[in-house]
């Protein structure tokens, strides 16, 4: 996923810039104001697009994109197909200007096309994501899914060149099944990700995940296959660090179970070297399991992630979850254990890391209520949680799924599976929102690195 920087600081004009506002047909009337310095932060907390269902997109899981102009990419899971939806989601793009938003692909499913996506999009002359279900294969009921990219331009006045399966996997003979989580893109933009399911069997009949490279030509190469003691079952996406290591890139991820004590993993994998390494493997319990969020690095080299469970808490069934600091020689810290009340419970999806180290991320429960709509938080390298947002479902957005992403000036932006307009149900279709933290102008350069 790629979290651009603002290239002016003054001012933010043409949200979609004029070939996306041409492509797209949006029609955007601003009245700016120049001034000299840096922008406000948001109000605490808006919601920018709330989806209606249908053709719009309804029920957003994974993490999102913001451009450098302003616009925000990401997918919804369904296109409630009920109210005139095909039922395999969308990719779609809002402006945190006006909230218009433009449906860039909606999915056909199997076999001509990806179906349900629960990953992130990069956004790099054109969007680039996975589907879990969906593609040409057989081997997996409704299709193992597939890596995608859609254009913004036609190609020599061809539509079909919009959207391209790049590859469709396969769920047999070593390859994965089910592609979630954010991908990472190398200088020679190579994506690299992982399937929860597909390659080795012996976790399961599915299969216990794999880690793959997808070239632009649609090459795939299997990198790693897991086997339950080094991980199993990864459900969240990868990180691609270039100054983590004096010799080669490294992408940086976790496994929600597996290891030594079933709880869940913490891995790396040289680019150039094809090594693959487990870095920590999570005991459960007070010392966080199942983590289904990604890892970001500090200057130092020290990781930060989050664990959906453990913690010690008795409030919730396993734990309410951590914020936990990885070192590079494996020692693990909890900087935070989740209690489930009004801190939050269950943190999934994408972290950012400012300046100083403050973790930033979005819990799926706790908040107000028996269980809770989530919360937006932030936790200090000392272990002080402050929470942003608590959702209060409704028009304000309920149970966030991928996390967030991060601005140059402290903004936040996420989406949450249910809440906003409610023509999907009692819960609601999902809302894409921005919040604002006191991290204003301090975001760490590894908190924008391509992913």
Known sequence: MNIDTEQSPAIRLAKFGVSRLLASGF?????????????????TYSVIFSFPGGTDGAFPYGSVTRSHTGVIYGSTYNTDGANGGTGFGVAYAVSDLTGEEHV?????????????????????????????????????????????????????????????????????DGDGSAPVGDMARDVLYNLYG?????????????????????T???????????SGPDGEFPRAGLTLCKQCSTTNEHVYGTTA???????????????NGDFFTTLYQFKGGADGSEPEGSVLPDEAGNLYGITLNGGG??????????VYKITPEG???????????ADGAHPRGTIALDSSNNVYG???????GTIGNGVIFEVSPSGTETVIHTFAGGTDGANPFGGIVMDDFGNVYGTTVYGGDMSCGTKGCGVVFEAATKSSNKVHPDSTVLR
């Open 257 to 271: 179970s597996g290891g030594g004590a079933n709880a869940g993993t913490v891995f790396s994998f040289e680019l």
């Open 216 to 226: 632009l030509s649609g090459v795939e190469t299997i990198l790693h296959i897991f």
């Open 313 to 322: 808490s008795t409030n919730c069934p396993g734990g309410c979850g951590t």
């Open 194 to 214: 992982v399937t929860t399911y597909g390659g080795d069997t012996q976790c399961s009949a599915q299969g216990c995940g794999v880690l793959y490279k997808v």
């Open 104 to 172: 860039e692909q909606v999915f056909q499913g199997p076999p001509n096309d990806g179906g349900n996506p629960k990953g992130g999009t990069i956004h790099y002359h054109g969007l680039y994501s996975t589907t879990t279900t969906g593609g040409s294969s057989t081997n997996c009921k409704g299709g193992c899914g597939v890596v995608w990219t859609h254009n913004f331009v036609e190609n020599n006045g061809d539509p079909s060149s919009f959207d391209k399966i790049l590859y469709n996997f396969t769920g047999q």
């Open 362 to 368: 979005a819990t799926t429960d706790g908040g107000t």
């Open 27 to 43: 029609v955007l009337v601003l009245a700016v104001a120049a001034t000299a310095s840096l922008p406000v932060a948001a109000q």
């Open 331 to 341: 020692q693990e810290t909890v900087l935070y254990a989740f209690t489930g009340g």
